[in-house]
């Protein structure tokens, strides 16, 4: 605009134009994308992130009943699954078998057996047996973990538990105490970090083809 009265006045009115149409082109796009975070008095339906929070709210916990966890997508899964084996492992790695070994010791010392093993050296006699007690255990644990049976136990409590209403209604419960834990700014602030960045160049086009607008109303004013 400011370069256009530097030429003559045939051609003044084109760059002038041109120069006008790109700058509202740019500045109603900036002013769309401040508006979507933002609150501008006077402007109606600015700051749409902070104003129908709730509406997002609901939204996100829809799609994620609705594309993630339905009833029918998750007992899909499950049934596409059911030929893989559940591993354990992990689960086993964590056990106390310690614990197990020491209840197994109280429950022969509280026996019949109590008062002949205490004239013997008492629970201390059995201490040689935890190492061999906890090999021997963790072998049959992992063992009867692998075995078809059990797997197809373990598969079907999970299918069940997964399909019920009862886990359906946790799992909304859950969600819905995740998103009250969110406040409007915070969700303002995560999408205006990633909005701002990438819709960037929506003030760059804008007066882009603004400018090209402004550009063919100036040739056909001449």
Same mark, same amino acid.
């Given at each position: 605009? @400011?370069?256009?009265f530097?030429?003559?006045?045939? /051609? #003044?009115a084109?760059i002038f134009?041109?120069?006008?149409? @790109?700058?509202?082109?740019? $500045?109603?796009?900036w002013?769309?994308?401040?508006?979507l =975070?933002e609150? +501008?008095? *006077?402007?109606?339906?600015?700051?749409? !992130?902070v104003?129908?929070f709730? #509406?997002f &709210?609901?939204? !996100?916990l &829809?799609? +994620?009943h609705? #594309?993630?966890?339905s009833?029918?997508?998750?007992?899909?899964?499950?049934a596409?699954k @059911?030929?893989?084996?559940i591993?354990l492992?992990?689960?086993? &790695?964590?056990? %106390?078998?310690d614990a197990? /070994?020491?209840q197994? +010791?109280?429950?022969v010392?509280d026996s019949s057996?109590?008062g002949? $093993?205490?004239?013997m050296?008492?629970?201390s006699? $059995?201490d040689s047996?935890? %190492?061999p007690? &906890?090999?021997?255990m963790s072998k049959f644990l992992?063992?009867a @973990?692998?075995?078809?049976?059990?797997?197809?136990a373990v598969?079907? #409590?999970v299918q069940?538990m997964t399909?019920?209403?009862? =886990?359906l209604n946790r799992l909304?419960t859950i $969600?819905r105490?995740?998103? %009250?834990?969110?406040t409007?700014?915070?969700?303002r %602030? !995560?999408m205006q970090s990633m909005i701002r960045?990438?819709?960037g160049?929506?003030?760059?086009?804008?007066? +882009? =083809?603004?400018?090209? !607008? *402004?550009?063919?109303? *100036?040739?056909?004013?001449?």
């Open positions: 605009m @400011a370069i256009s530097l030429f003559p006045n045939s /051609y #003044q084109v134009s041109t120069g006008l149409f @790109a700058l509202s082109g740019a $500045l109603t796009n002013l769309a994308v401040h508006m =975070f609150k +501008v008095p *006077g402007l109606h339906g600015s700051g749409v !992130i104003t129908h709730e #509406q &709210k609901t939204g !996100i &829809k799609m +994620v609705e #594309q993630l966890f009833k029918d997508k998750v007992q899909k899964v499950l596409n @059911a030929s893989s084996p591993d492992e992990p689960i086993l &790695k964590n056990l %106390d078998l197990a /070994y020491d197994l +010791v109280a429950t010392m057996f109590g002949m $093993l205490g004239m050296g008492g629970e006699a $059995l047996m935890r %190492d007690f &906890k090999t021997r992992h063992d @973990a692998k075995s078809p049976r059990f797997q197809e598969q079907a #409590q069940n399909s019920s209403d009862q =886990f909304d $969600l105490e995740r998103l %009250d834990e969110l409007p700014e915070m969700v %602030d !995560i960045k990438h819709l160049w929506l003030v760059v086009w804008g007066g +882009v =083809f603004g400018g090209l !607008i *402004g550009l063919v109303a *100036g040739v056909l004013q001449l």
